[in-house]
């Protein structure tokens, strides 16, 4: 098995502080720029699983370091360079406390609401009738707070984000209005993969008062996607949809009795399991890219972040 990064605490220079996210761990760099390491940890239910997927950080990053340059005529984004496969280097932000959900289709935790008669999300009020992987008449944004470690994100609505103060009118009129046009980006380039964008999310901040795209994009920890052959066929039959997503990761922990809550145990994590996780990460960065995955020396990741992010920052 090839070895996993779930631990880092790197002295890059500069080096004021670090904050060690579910996934990612974030150097603050002089209070100007962000180191963001990808690791191999992975996450699901707001829980970091006892072992990490080899290749998963270099997938996430490598993803998202392509769909923001993607991206920078809709808006500013943080980053400025990618010094190696499992970092991006950016401008620092002061992050809305906000990750803006986009539903293009009612599925995963949506669907679960909405089976159980919740017919309104986040204020949005959801029609009748609607079969699970269904397709919204029109993509909607579900928002979330951006939780801290050990808590759950919570739904909110506009109307709250607005009477709490977490963005002004205008700054989340600006945050919906690039929220959408990332999600049709989005939703274009994956129909030339033969992909469908479910949905996803992003995180904005503010950089000298102007509002910057942050995080990642597009990825499989961000985001769903189905396969487009066949997705009418199956939605005719009611069959579950052929996906790419971290959803087969929450699905084989559901399967196991493991949904994050109180008491439960993860589910063993056999090197089989952990491999067939990385395949499938890779398979998604194939599909989505459209590019052969290349798979970069993994024996002292350690060593080879800290020399490639050290030479970028002299």
Avoid at 55 to 77: E, H, M, R, S, Y
Avoid at 156 to 180: D, F, R, V
Wanted: aromatic letters at 10%; proline letters at 5%.
């Amino acid at each position: 098995m090839n070895k996993a990064l779930t631990k880092t605490e790197f002295n890059f220079p500069g080096q004021k502080s670090v904050y060690h996210g579910k996934v990612r761990d974030v150097y603050n760099i002089n209070d100007e720029k962000l180191v963001m390491v990808a690791t191999d940890r992975i996450s699901a239910f707001d829980v970091i699983l006892p072992k990490g997927i080899p290749f998963k950080g270099q997938v996430l990053n490598q993803i998202a370091a392509k769909f923001l340059d993607a991206t920078t005529d809709i808006c500013p984004n943080w980053k400025q360079a990618s010094p190696d496969p499992m970092v991006t280097v950016g401008v620092m932000c002061e992050g809305f406390p906000l990750e803006m959900i986009v539903r293009g289709y009612l599925c995963g935790s949506a669907w679960r609401a909405y089976k159980s008669g919740v017919r309104e999300i986040c204020g949005v009020k959801l029609p009748e009738g609607m079969r699970e992987n269904e397709k919204f008449p029109h993509p909607i944004i579900t928002p979330t707070t951006k939780a801290e470690i050990g808590t759950h994100d919570e739904d909110i609505s506009k109307e709250e984000i607005l009477a709490k103060g977490l963005a002004t009118p205008k700054e989340y009129a600006l945050l919906e209005k690039y929220t959408l046009a990332l999600f049709e980006r989005g939703t274009e380039i994956a129909a030339k993969r033969g992909l469908i964008l479910v949905d996803t999310k992003y995180e904005f901040g503010k950089h000298n008062g102007i509002i910057y795209l942050m995080d990642e994009i597009h990825t499989p920890d961000s985001s769903r996607y189905f396969y487009a052959e066949g997705y009418e066929d199956r939605f005719a039959k009611g069959l579950p949809q052929k996906q790419l997503s971290k959803e087969f990761v929450r699905e084989w922990l559901m399967d196991n009795g493991f949904q994050g809550k109180a008491g439960q145990q993860v589910p063993e994590m056999t090197d089989a399991i952990v491999e067939s996780i990385s395949d499938r990460y890779i398979e998604l960065y194939e599909h989505i890219t459209g590019e052969k995955f290349v798979k970069e020396d993994h024996v002292d990741l350690l060593s080879r972040i800290e020399k490639n992010v050290t030479d970028y920052l002299k």
